[in-house]
């Protein structure tokens, strides 16, 4: 824990999860459902049979997309509804959405409050972690089985929200918040640590943890954005310890990471950004202009980004290529499984498929 930091990021160490009751949050019931519609008119770009548009509401953005071999869930802000925290969706096989009723929460306003991130862990429970707006609230961080949705307590520090989730076996969970602060379930039991930051240029890292990845064993990495003017770097925890084992240049932004293993970590950010870590060290690219805000892949050979204004990218090992999609809203998600199924999220309940 960085004692530069102390009384905001507080040692915190927590049992399971305190029950909570289920509730609707929303105008749409839980159970409601949204099928597969045609493209909005208002966003050309030229189609892709491959791809498919679920419907989802309008008036949420959606941040994150995650799930495992039977589920996909999205996640996003609570648009124009009062006292939600966000909305999630959940679909299976079949490729429609279904809303998931959580409980509400009334210390939120339209479009204050958001789900920035999902993950499921090896026995299929996920949790959901974000952001509240509003001064001095409560940052939300909840676990869904599918039946019960259970608050997790100590995590709500009104300082910082969530901007990444990672999850491994069951009760091994790890979140990304601001101010470089990480906090880590391990055994169903939860503490907080900050990441390391050269303390002759800056006492601690002030941007927030926008990436995560956990690898086989204990390995995980995180990148951090950074706006305050000392760029942005990526983490590696070793043992019990962060270190920064990269850096990229003043005014530089991650805004997230996948690692297909030690030997190839990909994280992405502001201006078409791409950056590749290797024991040979780091290869920078930049691949258009546009921010990218979300990457996943199968392989070191099958590796896809997306970012602002409807920017796909897919990397076969050799190159970096732009996909074309049916939709040039800006995308901050992707998540896929098997061999070929894949999901993107974005602005103006933007929900593509390919299955």
């Known amino acids: 824990m960085n004692t530069h930091r102390s009384s905001a990021l507080r040692a915190v160490t ?19 459902t949204y099928d597969a519609a045609a493209p909005d008119d208002r966003q050309r770009a030229p189609r892709d049979d491959a791809w498919e548009r679920l419907e989802a509401p309008r008036t ?9 071999a039977t589920r996909v869930f999205i996640v996003g802000d609570n648009g124009d509804e009062d006292g939600a925290h966000g909305i999630v969706l959940q679909g299976g096989a079949e490729g429609r959405l279904e809303r998931v009723g959580l409980p509400a929460a009334p210390e939120c306003r339209p479009g204050r409050c958001r789900w920035r991130c999902v993950s499921v862990d090896s026995e299929g429970e996920a949790i959901f972690a974000g952001a509240n707006q509003r001064a001095a609230a409560p940052q939300p961080v909840m676990t869904w089985d599918g039946r019960t949705a259970r608050p997790v307590e100590g ?28 906090a880590l379930q391990r055994g169903g039991v939860w503490s907080i640590e900050t990441v390391d930051e050269d303390p002759q ?37 070793e043992g019990d310890r962060w270190r920064a084992v990269s850096r990229a240049p003043a005014r530089a932004r991650y805004e997230a990471l996948w690692a297909a293993d030690a030997e190839t970590v990909i994280a992405v950010g ?26 996943w892949g199968r392989s070191a050979r099958d590796v896809w980004a997306v970012g602002d204004g409807g920017t796909v990218l897919h990397f076969d090992g050799a190159a970096w290529s732009r996909v074309e999609v049916p939709t040039r809203a800006d995308l901050y998600g992707v998540w896929g499984r098997g061999e070929r ?7 103006d309940g933007t929900a593509l498929s390919r299955r």
């Open 201 to 237: 240029r800056n006492p601690y890292f002030r941007g927030w943890i926008a990436g995560l990845w956990r690898l086989s064993g204990a390995a995980l990495w995180a990148v951090g954005g950074d706006e305050s003017g000392h760029g942005a770097a990526i983490f590696a925890r």
């Open 60 to 68: 949420h953005t959606l941040l994150a997309v995650g799930g495992d």
């Open 270 to 295: 502001g201006g078409g950004q791409i950056d590749t870590l290797s024991p040979r060290g780091v290869s920078s690219r930049t691949v258009g202009s546009a921010t990218l805000r979300g990457v």
């Open 155 to 182: 995590l709500a520090d009104p300082y910082f929200g969530w901007f990444s989730c990672v999850s491994g076996g069951p009760g091994e969970r790890a979140l990304g918040g601001g101010y470089g602060v990480v």
């Open 341 to 347: 199924a894949l999901w993107i999220v974005g602005a």
């Open 14 to 32: 927590v049992g399971f999860w305190m029950l909570g009751l289920v509730a609707s949050c929303g105008a749409q019931p839980e159970g409601a």
